[in-house]
């Protein structure tokens, strides 16, 4: 059996994160073995996944990274259970390493990516990964939902709080970062249901058409500017909801679609991620 020394202990903790208890019972188990302690740890790692799965993860954060090289991004939404955890260094390293493994492995779902081996480490699986920060913060958590985009030029953003996060896929033939991502701010802060008025079905546009003409007539408006009002309604509830038509906030005399045109640039995608929001 080796000697179990404090730095044998320390070297342990640094290597795995596990508490510095569970490093020394592991090391007794493993009778001195570093390799058979990491082991016995990852093992015990996997069992608390196992057994904290069904618990409910309320809180989480967005997490994005992009390959300038490849262009590609993703963004991807993290779960865990509790609020504290969600700016804890290790599970925003978690975040960071899962959305940085669909750039590079692009999965094909969340069953896929889990199984994937982990790109820092293919001896191991990407789940193995998610255990280790399970095992170690003692929460359950999970991959909620991802994008990955290829081509072009990206632009991305994420709150503060790390709870909404937007990535913007353009193209042109220079790229301007500043612009992305102050697009990228107003996105989250506007909140538009689409990027243009064509994902609208007609129907929904004559609905909100219909809607404020009643009202104008209901309001006793003459009936020759009745048409003119409800098409100014329409127009403003547009401009409230289709982002390239949008006042652009920083910048209120232009749309954001007048700005990307200035710096030429064509929008492609944009993807809004709130945490605990289906989308």
């Not at 007794?28 to 608390?48: F, H, W």
């Amino acid at each position: 059996m080796s000697a179990i020394t404090a730095g044998v202990v320390k070297s342990l903790r640094d290597r795995t994160n596990a508490p510095m208890m569970d490093c020394k019972e592991a090391l007794v188990e493993a009778k001195g073995d570093v390799e058979a302690a990491v082991a016995i740890l990852r093992k015990k790692n996997a069992a608390i996944q196992a057994k904290k799965g069904e618990r409910e993860t309320a809180e989480g954060r967005i997490a994005f990274h992009i390959d300038l090289a490849a262009k590609v991004a993703s963004l991807m939404e993290v779960r865990c259970e509790s609020g504290p955890v969600i700016n804890s260094e290790h599970f925003v390293s978690l975040a960071n390493d899962l959305v940085a493994q669909v750039v590079v492995s692009n999965p094909e779902s969340l069953e896929a990516l889990v199984a994937q081996p982990f790109y820092k480490d293919p001896s191991r699986k990407v789940n193995d990964r998610i255990a280790d920060v399970v095992g170690l913060i003692r929460e359950n958590m999970k991959v909620a939902k991802f994008v990955r985009l290829q081509g072009g030029h990206f632009g991305s953003y994420i709150h503060h709080d790390g709870t909404v996060g937007v990535l913007i896929q353009v193209e042109g033939a220079k790229n301007d970062e500043q612009i992305l991502r102050d697009i990228c701010m107003h996105i989250a802060a506007k909140n538009p249901l689409v990027a243009t008025r064509e994902e609208i079905a007609k129907e929904i546009i004559d609905k909100e058409f219909q809607i404020a003409r009643d009202a104008a007539v209901a309001s006793g408006k003459p009936a020759n500017i009745v048409e003119k009002i409800a098409e100014g309604k329409v127009k403003t509830w547009l401009a409230e909801n289709v982002l390239l038509e949008q006042p652009f906030i920083k910048e209120e005399k232009k749309t954001v679609g007048e700005i990307l045109n200035g710096a030429g640039l064509k929008f492609v995608r944009f993807v809004r991620y709130r945490v605990g929001e289906l989308s």
